[in-house]
């Protein structure tokens, strides 16, 4: 699937990606979703405390 996804990517834009960068890619977009995702429970629950 993933190779299907860089061939599709590479048609696309007309650009050469192999699976490896585009696993790189996705990697590191999960991890800054990840962090956002935390960030914004942290900060909800700073939020919730200082309006109480």
């Known amino acids: 699937m ?3 996804l860089a061939k599709a990517i590479s048609l696309a ?3 050469n990606i192999d ?4 696993k790189v890619l996705l ?3 999960g991890a800054g979703l ?3 995702l935390v960030a914004a429970m942290i900060y909800e629950q700073a939020a919730n405390a200082a309006l109480l």
Do not use: C, D, G, K
């Open 2 to 4: 993933l190779a299907a």
């Open 27 to 29: 990697i590191f977009a």
């Open 34 to 36: 990840l962090l956002s």
């Open 13 to 15: 834009t007309r650009t």
């Open 19 to 22: 699976v490896e960068t585009l």
